[in-house]
């Protein structure tokens, strides 16, 4: 539509009437409406009456832009993964274990991307690589074998089989891919490793000690990981962890706790996530150096994500259009269980007299 042209009398009445449906699905207040066309509450209530005694069409291109912009966030799909410093050393140990191949240990603190990057290399590859989501449910050998026996696209018995039955149907799975060393070993990627069971532990060692398949294993988790495998519990799992952790020794990366994130890793995914939530301006450098030190302070490079995600809602709720300035970030940590760096006595959105603070943020 040329953006131009007069709009039609029919056309201004279809958009007020779509903003007036839109604020009562959403309980916007009339000031809320009222920021996003420039107008005083009480002239957005006449004009959603009908009783407005002057020209509309200026208020009715402020409402289609706004509900053109809400268009976009909605259809705009966020990115899941995106290549940061952390996703490129976990993939480099995916690699190493997998030509060795040997068992390898992913560990970092949490929220930065550990999950996303293995889900990613495991769809990459496809068949010869499975990715297990470990978790409380799968700390067992019996759900954790049926998990994988699933990944592997094989039938396993339905009626509650045994660990042992699950465990030769996944072990003739892995040894019919590996093919007696015709074939490059299977790969399986464990995530959150440190829920599992030391007999769960045990059987994946002992999918990779077996000559017919010799499966490459990947071990992600947070810093708990390293203290389990270190473990001596003899009541846990013969001889300890040792027989585990002496193989997972050939490929390994660690993500200290003191290690400062990365500006571009943070760049990265911000630009990424604001690409999901429609917003099509640049992040200013002050935004961008903000969410890397309240990534460091908390939550990781999914602080950053939860924070954009935040300010956009909050803006989305009163009718305007977020700038994801500093004072915007700030004012909405509480929501996401953090500390506000200043003091705001007014809120930052939509508020005329904040408008050259934002620019400048």
């Given at each position: ?8 009398q ?8 779509e ?8 309980g ?12 005083s509450?009480?002239?957005?209530s ?15 291109r ?7 912009r809400?268009?976009?966030a ?5 990115v ?9 050393e ?6 190493r274990?997998?030509?060795a ?9 949490s ?8 889900v990613e ?6 068949a ?9 449910m799968?700390s067992?050998?019996?759900p ?9 696209n094989?039938?396993a018995?339905?009626a ?17 891919m ?13 995530d ?7 007999r ?10 077996e ?8 071990l992600?988790?947070?810093?708990r990981l390293?203290?389990?495998l ?12 040792e027989q ?21 890793d ?5 630009r990424?996530v604001?690409?999901g ?5 640049r ?6 150096k903000?969410l ?16 954009l ?16 300035s500093v004072l915007?970030l700030d004012?909405?940590?509480p ?5 506000c760096?200043?003091?705001h ?9 904040a ?7």
């Open positions: 539509m040329d953006a131009t042209r007069p709009l039609t029919q056309e201004c009445k279809a958009t007020v009437r903003a007036r449906e839109v604020q009562a699905a959403e916007l207040s009339n000031a809320a409406i009222a920021r996003v066309i420039g107008c509450p009480a002239t957005w006449q004009i959603k009456g009908g009783k407005y005694k002057g020209n509309t069409e200026d208020f009715c402020e409402i289609r832009s706004w509900l053109g809400r268009a976009v909605n259809e705009t799909p966020p899941q993964f995106v290549r940061t410093s952390v996703s490129d976990i993939w480099d140990v995916c690699d274990a997998w030509r191949p040997t068992i390898a240990r992913v560990v970092t603190r929220g930065m991307g550990k999950t996303c990057a293995l290399y495991a769809r990459k590859f496809g010869g690589c499975a990715y297990v989501y470990a978790g409380q799968m067992s050998p019996g954790l074998l049926a998990e994988l026996a699933r990944k592997l094989v039938s018995p339905a509650n089989p045994i660990p042992a039955t699950l465990y030769r149907v996944v072990r003739e799975r892995l040894a019919g590996y093919s007696g060393g015709a074939a490059a070993s299977p790969l399986i990627l464990i959150e490793a440190t829920t599992l069971q030391a769960a532990l045990n059987a994946l060692r002992n999918l990779h000690d000559p017919s398949c010799r499966a490459a294993i990947v992600a988790d947070t810093y390293e203290a389990e270190k473990s001596r519990r003899r009541e846990a799992l013969a001889g300890g962890y585990l952790a002496s193989r997972s020794n050939g490929a390994v990366y660690r993500l200290g706790a003191d290690e400062p994130v990365v500006q571009a943070v760049t990265a995914v911000a990424s604001l690409a939530l429609g917003f099509s301006g992040l200013s450098p002050r935004s961008a903000f890397r030190t309240i990534a460091e302070a908390d939550g990781g490079l999914r602080n950053v994500a939860n924070r995600q935040v300010v956009c809602d909050v803006a989305r709720q009163i009718g305007c259009a977020p700038t994801y915007e004012y909405v940590a929501l996401v269980g953090a500390n760096t200043q003091e006595p007014d809120s930052p959105f939509g508020a005329p007299e408008a050259a603070a934002r620019r400048a943020g």
